[in-house]
């Protein structure tokens, strides 16, 4: 099988957020975040399962550690629990939470891995939840920056690239307006100040950043979806205008261009919050790099029963199993293959917002992967990520700015609503024995790492 060919410095990496691997949820004196009361709420996990043990990667971070080795990884993306660092999100500072942390980051170095680290994977810390209502208080923007200075004064000397935050999109809209994920939410007000003020964080934490560590590179992680109108009528077609902006340029338009995009923008000012003076001034600095995170493109129709908004978008073929539909392969979260679009995006943010310089930050694929004999045999998977690497590939070759590639996952995971029902792993875990088989992607992976002569230790 052929392998995508990316320039002999382009770094290769799997992605983890805390929540879905580390488990401990009260270890060291962690602090509770809304994750840890959300899937201990009844009915809220679609399996009943929870967390808190999943990968048990804090009690055992050599494990994972010796996965990325095997894969010939140079690159880690990982995100730091809030509460572990702060139990109150503010104030107090927890150093046994902080040690894991540069414990963790020494690992890596040791091993020549380069750490990236996401500095909000979703897991407000329950306090500013209580407090002032998560995100959607205008304080908790100013919270996070100081957060984010304490961990980049204790980290910065040896981690040099931040995130400042996990797709904003899914944890304001899903979290706050459709209520599928922690604090689960039904409020449209709640929402668009949750996006506005995780913006306004993102710009504060990035000012913070660059004074502690001068050196670092801070960016943004976006998840992007490109829309397209479910049929040729003049209704959808607008509607998926909209739905483009709700996805996708609301946070592209307010981080380089400094404004929110219209006519979704005028739609809302019904529920929108006040948008400061210098708001957007902070929202639009200069940031280092664009984490783009990459699944799926999508269809949206006109939908007179929305409010506000007037839009919905098809609910993809999902029965939970990988199917064909239509000739077309679906993986088993109902996500459409298809490669071409993840191109069209790269390209469109190449030639729309100034080639930033990019890294793809999540990009994968669940299917129902079972053991045979000792083995994991995914060929679906592969199949995967030859087409959206090889999609990367041409992508730099036709100019986009992008450096690196990171996988999702590393390794099974917690997948948030979803439990443990869905595997998106390069290596598979038995969350009960807690035992891992490199699956055939893993294998292949490793093969095209070290088909491109990357040097296994990324020196
Ligand atoms: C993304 C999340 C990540 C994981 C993947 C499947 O939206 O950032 O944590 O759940 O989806």
């Known amino acids: 099988m052929p392998y995508p060919q990316f320039p002999s410095n382009f770094l290769f990496g799997a992605a983890t957020a805390a929540f879905q691997i580390e488990g401990s949820p009260t270890a060291d004196g962690k602090g509770k975040s809304i994750w840890d009361v959300y899937s201990h709420t009844r009915g809220k996990i679609r399996t009943g399962e929870n967390a808190d043990i999943t990968c048990e990667t804090y009690r055992n971070p050599e494990r994972d550690l010796a996965l990325m080795t095997e894969l010939g990884l140079n690159a880690y993306r990982f995100s730091i629990s809030w509460s572990r660092v702060l139990p109150n999100g503010r104030g107090q500072v927890n150093q046994k939470g902080l040690d894991y942390y540069c414990r963790l980051v020494d690992l890596l170095l040791e091993r020549g891995i380069t750490p990236f680290i996401t500095l909000f994977h979703w897991d407000t810390p329950q306090a500013l939840q209580e407090l002032c209502g998560g995100f959607a208080g205008r304080d908790t923007a100013y ?7 304490v961990v980049v004064k204790a980290l910065g000397d040896r981690a040099k690239n931040w995130i400042t935050l996990n797709e904003p999109l899914e944890h304001c809209a899903f979290g706050y307006l459709l209520g599928d994920l922690a604090p689960g939410h039904h409020n449209p007000w709640e929402y668009i100040r949750a996006a506005h003020h995780q913006l306004l964080g993102h710009g504060l934490a990035l000012e913070r950043i660059h004074a502690a560590s001068p050196d670092s590179r801070v960016g943004l992680t976006l998840s992007l979806t490109p829309i397209f109108p479910a049929t040729s009528q003049p209704k959808d077609i607008a509607a998926a205008h909209v739905a483009n902006q709700f996805f996708n340029d609301f946070f592209l338009d307010g981080v380089f261009k400094g404004s929110y995009p219209d006519p979704f923008w005028s739609k809302i000012r019904l529920v929108r919050p006040s948008v400061k003076t210098d708001d957007m001034k902070i929202i639009s600095q200069p940031m280092d790099f664009l984490g783009v995170n990459y699944y799926s493109r999508e269809f949206a129709r006109a939908a007179w ?5 007037g839009f ?3 609910e993809t073929q999902v029965n939970h199993r990988e199917q064909v539909v239509n000739g077309r392969q679906y993986t088993n979260f109902g996500r459409e293959i298809y490669a071409p679009t993840f191109y069209d995006t790269l390209m469109r943010l190449k030639n729309e917002y100034g080639n930033p310089t990019m890294y793809i930050t ?3 694929a669940s299917f129902t992967d079972v053991v045979e004999n000792g083995e994991v045999h995914d060929p679906l998977r592969i199949a995967f990520l030859e087409s959206y690497m090889e999609a990367a590939a041409q992508a730099i070759r036709d100019g986009v700015n992008l450096h ?4 999702w ?3 099974d995971n917690f997948e948030w609503q979803q439990g443990f029902s869905k595997r998106f792993g390069l290596v598979y875990v038995d969350h009960a024995t807690q035992q891992r088989i490199i699956k055939d992607s893993g294998r292949w992976v490793a093969k095209m790492i070290r088909g491109q002569g ?3 230790s990324g020196q």
Not at 143 to 149: G, K, S, V
Not at 305 to 309: A, D, I, S, Y
Not at 404 to 407: D, E, L, R, S, V
């Open 362 to 364: 999540e990009n994968g």
């Open 143 to 149: 919270y996070f920056a100081d957060y984010a200075e």
């Open 404 to 407: 690196g590639y990171f996988i």
């Open 305 to 309: 029963n929305v409010p506000l908004l």
């Open 312 to 314: 919905w978008v098809d």
């Open 454 to 456: 990357l040097p296994k």
């Open 409 to 411: 996952s590393l390794m």
